[in-house]
Each structure stands twice: as C-alpha cells, then as structure tokens.
C-alpha cells in the first residue's frame, strides 16, 4: 500500500529544491555604504618601488639609526609594511601620483633629521617637512576615496575610515563632527594635520568644526590659531611651539 506526502508539506518542500538565486553584484554605492563583510579599504598586492623608497624614509631610517646608536637590531615595524601596502595600493589604482624627485628629497631630509644619536629617547623626532604633502590625488568631488589624499587639492574624503570607502567634497562646516574615523594612507604615511586636504573649512576642536582664530586673537587649544601662531597664553602668537629639549642616547627608554 502506497503512501502518500501531504499536499501541504509538498508546497512546503518545493522552495528548497529550487536553485537559490545569485548574490546582488557590489556597486559603487554599496562599498561605499559598507557591507556585513569587514574589510580593509587598501587591499594588499604587489608592492610599488615608490612606495617601497617613501615608507623606508619614514620607518627604517629612524629604526636603521637607532639601532647602530644603540648597538642592536632594527625591531620589526608593523607600519613599515603598511604603509608600503597602503601607498602602493593608492598608486596603483591611480587614485595619488608620487614625484621621484619628492621621494628623493624626503629620504634627503630625514638622513639629516636623524643624523647622529643625540636624539635617540622614548620618542623619536616628527619626520622632515620635506615628507609632507608628497602625494597628488585624483579624485574629483563625488568620486569613491580610500583617504583624503586621494581627493583633488582642498578636498576632503567624507565618511572615509579605515574599512569604510568614502566620497571626494569640500571641507565640513562649522558645527559638523570630525574626527570620528581615523584617515589609514595619511596615517600611515605619518602627514601631519591635515595638509592640503582639510577637514573642516576652520580647524576641528572637541569633534566639531569650529572656526579659527584671527591673528592674534584669543584661543585655548592648538590648531585653533592661524596657520604660523600658537596659542600661548589664551592668545594666538606669531611662531610655532619648540620642543622639549633632549640630549640623549637613551636607549633604554
């Protein structure tokens, strides 16, 4: 004697023998909205001479010196690697060119920076001035960035993070938040403030936009004054504030 199914569990059955449909194609939007799969921004590949020459200025220069002053081995430098995979990313795709010729005189300057051993301590001198503001982006307003580096001179990558894509515009107004995600190319490439690419149209205090400080006029945290001042005293003064001197080596801090 035959048995049969029920006609309800049959219709019940019938969707899982069906082929399941193709997952939606990544658009633009989509990355730069975000997925549920976390992933870093730069992806790693091969890595570019370039970038290989700049990332080795800023990290095995200062590690190289420290070393030979205080009689040991390089450590191994987590920002070393990626900052060469976060720049050679960049180049590669095009959203940044690099000069030779800066790279050149970056290298220059920080073999001047970290000549001899008088420096050598619990923190190492900012790098050169000559190391700043090397990269030249492509990105028009609207356009997907990794980091405001990537975007056109005087723009700044809204919503960018370091798993999280972001579009070219101008700087946020005064009132807007800042700050809120970390810039990984511009960190890793250690810039200094924001460069030619800044964030908000005045200057970001306590997550906000805020304006700047006339010359001379009153302040009460750094970055609030003009570009050139310091804010010494409640006030904004001509010149910019000198660092703690040191004599070392210390090579025990």
């Known amino acids: 004697m035959r048995s049969f199914l029920p006609a309800a569990l049959l219709l019940a059955l019938a969707p899982a023998c069906r082929k399941a449909p193709p997952p939606p194609a990544v658009?633009?939007?989509?990355?730069?909205?975000?997925?549920?799969?976390?992933?870093?921004?730069?992806?790693?590949?091969?890595?570019?001479?370039?970038?290989?020459?700049?990332?080795?200025?800023?990290?095995a220069v200062?590690?190289?010196?420290?070393?030979?002053?205080?009689?040991?081995?390089?450590?191994?430098?987590?920002?070393?690697?990626?900052?060469?995979?976060?720049?050679?990313?960049?180049?590669?795709?095009?959203?940044?060119?690099?000069?030779?010729?800066?790279?050149?005189?970056c290298k220059a300057a920080q073999a001047k920076v970290f000549d001899g051993c008088d420096w050598v301590g619990p923190y190492a001198p900012p790098p050169a001035a000559e190391c700043q503001n090397l990269l030249h982006g492509a990105r028009k307003a609207g356009e997907l960035c990794r980091s405001s580096l990537e975007c056109l001179e005087g723009q700044t990558c809204l919503g960018v993070g370091p798993t999280q894509a972001g579009r070219c515009g101008a700087p946020k107004q005064d009132g807007q938040a800042c700050r809120l995600a970390v810039d990984a190319l511009a960190g890793y490439l250690l810039q200094d403030g924001d460069g030619h690419h800044p964030e908000c149209q005045g200057f970001c205090g306590h997550?906000?936009?805020?304006?700047?400080?006339?010359?001379?006029?009153?302040?009460?945290?750094?970055?609030?004054?003009?570009?050139?001042?310091?804010?010494?005293?409640?006030?904004?003064?001509?010149?910019?504030?000198?660092?703690?001197?040191?004599?070392?080596?210390?090579?025990?801090l």
């Open 62 to 105: 200062p590690a190289d010196r420290r070393a030979a002053c205080c009689h040991g081995k390089p450590a191994p430098s987590i920002g070393l690697s990626q900052c060469v995979l976060t720049l050679s990313a960049a180049l590669r795709s095009g959203a940044v060119s690099l000069e030779p010729k800066s790279v050149e005189s």
């Open 207 to 252: 997550y906000r936009c805020a304006p700047r400080s006339a010359a001379g006029g009153e302040c009460s945290m750094a970055g609030q004054c003009p570009e050139g001042q310091q804010c010494d005293g409640k006030k904004c003064i001509a010149g910019v504030a000198a660092a703690a001197p040191f004599k070392g080596p210390r090579c025990d």
């Open 27 to 59: 658009t633009d939007e989509a990355a730069a909205a975000g997925d549920e799969e976390v992933k870093p921004v730069y992806a790693a590949g091969e890595a570019v001479p370039a970038a290989q020459q700049l990332c080795g200025a800023l990290y």
